[in-house]
Structures are given as structure tokens and as C-alpha cells.
């Protein structure tokens, strides 16, 4: 914090670099949580500072990225069909929206294998669909492309308001992205079109969803308004 403060008073910009030491993903992950929550606590203070890089010892664990949010380790796996990152939690869930939404991360997740590993209640918190697409009403990208395998678990009490297009667990899905063995129940309520209860829009061909269900209501005042996907696009 003393060089910080000292970094700030003169005008040189910084950044913080993490260093692990972790033996396994486990441990990585462990680690990482720990920079993010050692940082977090620095972030209203200091709104200036340089990208962070975290970088581990062993091969294939290595991650350095070059972005303004706190980038690490946020899932177990690593993201390949063979080795898919894995989702427990609802801090999974709200991680996952986070980094598919941002537009630094993207790239680097919505493109990624996923299985459910576990029932998740989201406890009625507001949701930002995954894959937002849209950014200030123009086209950002912010799509999921990726396989989600719920492996028949349920994710209950989810709870989506949105003013804007593309409303549900996740907003827009395109491409080879895949969702399914899927049991979603809540709420998904939207002002805007294309609003699902697991999917507010399929489009640009090739996206598939199958075996999954929703249990719930999914209300809009605008059109294409579905239980389980509210507009295909082909």
C-alpha cells in the first residue's frame, strides 16, 4: 500500500504481478482467488493502475493477460471438451456471465467446453444473462459460442430482469454454441424481444439446445417470448 500511495502522489503509473507456486490446479486456484481478493480491496483507491499479470510454474497453467479487470484461474478444468472447465456454484454461474459480457474476456471463454457438476440455487439474485451480446444497444460480439452440459442438473431460483433484447440464463447463443441436459426454474422478465427462460435468442445457424426444460415464467411486453428459447434465427 506504501508504494502504491507513493506511485500515485508522483504520477507513475503500476500494476501488480503474482507469482505461484502451486503444484496442482487446486492450489491455483487458491492462489488466485487470493489475488483477486487482495486486489479488490485496492480497487475503488486505486482506478489508475497498469494491467495485472498472474503467471504458475507448471505447463499449461500459465495465464498473463493483458486487460484492466482482474483476470486468474476462475474454473476447475481448462476449458476443453476433454478437460472442460466445471460449474458447482452460483459463483461459477455469475463468474461465467461476467467474463462471456466483458469484452477482454470474451474471447478467451465464450468459446469454451462446460458441465455442470452439481444443483445450483441462484437464490432469486438478479442475473445478467451469459452473453449479453449487445453493448449500449450496438452489436459488441458478447455471444456464447460454447458447449454447456448440465449433465441433468437443475439451476433454480434464477431471476433475470432486463430493459434490453435477449433475456434468459443465457442472452444470445450462435454459432456451434450447445446447449443442453438442462433443468432451469425462475423468473425471467424483460421489456425488450427475444426473451427465453434458458436461451433469449439462437441465431446466426448452427447453435443447438436439447434436453433441456424450464419451469418458470418468462414475461415481455415486446415479441418473441418463448418458455425454453424466445427467438431462433436461422
Known amino acids: 500500500k506504501r508504494n502504491a500511495d507513493l506511485c500515485v502522489s ?25 489475488m483477486i481478493d487482495a486486489i479488490d480491496a485496492y480497487k475503488d483507491k486505486y482506478t489508475d493502475f497498469a494491467p495485472h499479470s498472474y503467471e504458475l510454474t507448471s505447463d499449461g497453467l500459465a495465464e498473463c493477460l493483458n486487460c484492466g479487470d482482474v483476470c ?3 474454473f476447475e478444468g481448462s476449458g476443453t471438451q476433454e478437460d472442460p472447465f466445471k460449474i ?21 471463454y465464450s468459446e469454451c467446453y462446460y458441465v455442470q457438476t452439481a444443483d445450483i440455487d441462484l437464490q ?65 422478465v424483460s421489456s425488450g424481444p427475444s426473451a427465453g427462460g434458458i436461451i433469449g435468442e439462437i ?20 415479441y418473441a417470448v418463448g418458455g425454453v428459447v424466445g427467438y431462433l434465427w436461422l
Do not use: M
Not at 203 to 222: L, M, Q, Y
Open 203 to 222: 441465431c446466426n445457424g448452427g447453435a443447438i439446445i436439447r434436453n433441456c426444460a424450464f419451469i418458470g415464467d418468462v414475461t415481455s411486453s415486446s
Open 124 to 188: 432469486n439474485e438478479k442475473f445478467t444473462p451469459i452473453g449479453i451480446r449487445l453493448v449500449d444497444g450496438l452489436e459488441a460480439g458478447l455471444s456464447f459460442f460454447g458447449s454447456y452440459n448440465g449433465q441433468y442438473h437443475t439451476i433454480k431460483n434464477l431471476y433475470v430482469e432486463r430493459n434490453v433484447k435477449f433475456a434468459g440464463l443465457f442472452g444470445s447463443v450462435k454459432g456451434s454454441g450447445i446447449i443442453e441436459n438442462l433443468i432451469v426454474e425462475g423468473k425471467v
Open 88 to 108: 458447482s456454484t452460483a459463483k461459477d454461474l455469475f463468474n461465467l456471465a461476467e467474463v462471456v459480457n466483458n469484452k477482454d474476456t470474451n474471447k478467451l
Open 10 to 34: 508522483l504520477g507513475i503509473p503500476f500494476g501488480f504481478y503474482w507469482y505461484s507456486y502451486a503444484l496442482d490446479e487446486q492450489g491455483a486456484a487458491r492462489e488466485a482467488q487470493h
Open 72 to 74: 486468474a484461474i476462475l
